[in-house]
């Protein structure tokens, strides 16, 4: 079956930037979707079709995408960016959606 | 705005069917897109169990498909999830979601957390 693949963590100072990958043969061929998650409350959308951003998200969230690998970047990370994050995307057949395992940033 | 809320028991024993429905506000269900259910184990990632259109379309995950159902009722603008043959691993928060044209979750349910025990 497809699969996403995130680093199950990754640590920042605040104010510093940190990248989140997620890499999936599909990639190039179907949209990446970021979710933010804390404790106890629902995802949260905060990138949809690689690099759009929802209203009401920060300007210090962005996605891009190379090949095989989508990146979320947050700049100038806060304290209250600390979270578990999921990118999400669809299999090759578009009829499938698909989670990569989440990573839990970590602001230092 | 659109509003989405899970419904169901929070206690299922094991062998029995889980049932949810999900309960649609602020946008007609017939109007378009898919809907869907996604759950999360205690500690754990997310995982897509399957999705419907108005027309009654269904995709679910392989690996759930066996033991999945999901249904809608637009005259009651919400929709449905039967999970058969349930057993402690099915323990989870269960989402339920909007799905945009091209994939993506826009608006969730709060949530509902279901334990599989006897």
């Known amino acids: 079956s497809y699969e996403l693949t995130q680093p199950p963590s990754v640590s920042v100072s605040p104010g510093q930037t940190a990248r989140i990958t997620c890499s999936g043969d599909?990639?190039?061929?179907?949209?990446a979707y970021w979710y933010q998650q804390k404790p106890g409350q629902a995802p949260v959308l905060v990138i949809y079709k690689d690099s759009e951003r929802p209203s009401g998200i920060p300007e210090r969230f962005s996605g891009s995408s190379s090949g095989t690998t989508v990146t979320l970047t947050i700049s100038g990370v806060q304290a209250e960016d600390e979270a578990d994050y999921y990118c999400q995307s669809a299999d090759s057949s578009g009829t499938h959606v698909v989670f990569g395992g989440g990573t839990k940033l970590t602001v230092l | 705005q659109v509003q989405l809320q899970e419904s169901g028991p929070g206690l299922v024993k094991p062998s029995e069917t889980l049932s949810l429905t999900c309960a649609v506000s602020?946008?007609?269900?017939?109007?378009?897109?898919?809907w869907g259910w996604i759950r999360q184990p205690p500690g754990k990632g997310l995982e897509w169990i399957g999705s419907?259109?108005?027309?009654?379309?269904?995709y679910y995950n392989p690996s759930l498909k066996s033991r999945v159902t999901i249904s809608v009722d637009t005259s009651k603008n919400q929709f449905s999830l039967k999970l058969s043959s349930v057993t402690a691993a099915d323990t989870a928060v269960y989402y339920c979601?909007?799905?945009?044209?091209?994939?993506?979750?826009?608006?969730w349910g709060q949530g509902t957390l279901v334990t599989v025990s006897s």
């Open positions: 979601a909007r799905l945009t044209p091209n994939w993506g979750l826009d608006y």
């Open positions: 599909a990639l190039p061929k179907q949209y």
């Open positions: 602020g946008y007609s269900i017939s109007s378009g897109y898919y």
């Open positions: 419907i259109y108005h027309s009654g379309s269904t």
